[in-house]
């Protein structure tokens, strides 16, 4: 395996001679635990973990995770609010204007339709419903009957509302504030440097200026990414650390599901033991983000899944956006042989038991 810090100047959190094989990672979680950022030397470490060192970087990530969230399992259930008819490029997306791939495409779904899947999101034990429209930036209208609709999703069901509309000004995030929202969900993908080649029809800036919104509109920021674009490890480097600065409350890590007809539709699957590496990064970078294994981790990770999640805390229940996820009931069943409990019914056991909990 290759060790990029082999040979250079910058030193890492430690050596082999000079720490013990099982102490190195976890006195890196523990410094993470008592506020230390970790450097790009220390990313890069991660990220190139040799084989045989990876079931202690992943007891030291499970080690920030569970000091953060407990035998606890965050659920999300996503609604893909209004899909295709976009005019951007971006060589991932199934609902861009390059994409020939076969997906329903429909403007914003009616409230009837968002009232069901909020329903459906209960029925799944999820916390969050994440509401998704396609499109660079949210038309006028469209935030306008979100705004009109959120408050009936709130009033009815005890979910947290995330909507995903593109880029944003402070102006449009306060008018979600306003309505209800809890946290407004827009990926930095990559970073800076790859970013030109998955999309060439907005910028980078315009992604970071909208994080900037969202946080001062006093929402949360759900922000991650997609992994096995073609960028370089040092790519995964700078996304992981730039995101840092953000300290986003979720963080949904997407491995690329190769879409037939979209200009990534060929990439090859990542190497299931790379997926824990990434998670186990960003669990460090941002230990106390809710991380979510997100698209594509059935495709990627494949049987090691359940490991995934002694990292990250968080899952989607159900499809993707114009993908297919694994049948809940499987989600379900790992959950619980994890030992693990959904958030929601944390929540509504405390709630009944007459402790004060989240509204
Ligand atoms: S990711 Fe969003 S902006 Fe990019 S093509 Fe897809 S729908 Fe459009």
Redesign the pocket.
Known sequence: MVDLLRNQPEKAFGTRSDQSRWGRFFELAQSVLEGHRISPAEARQILFTEESELPELVAAAHKIRWHFFRDTVQLNVLINAKS?L?????A??????V?TAAIARYELVDEEVLLAGAGLACERRAQTYCIVL???RPARRDLENLARVIPKIRARFPLRICVST?LLGLAEAKILKEAGVCRVNHNLNTSRRFYPQI?ST?RYEERLATLEAVRQAGLELCSGGIIGMGEEPEDIVDFALTLAQFQPEAVPINFLIPIPGTPLGHRSLLCPRFCLKVLCLFRFAIPACELRIAAGRELHLRSLQPVGLWIANSIFVGDYLTTKGQPPEDDFRMIEDLGLEPEFDVVAGARSAGLSGET
């Open positions: 295709g976009c005019g951007e490029d971006c991932y997306c199934s609902q861009s204007r994409s396609s499109g660079l593109g999309c907005h």
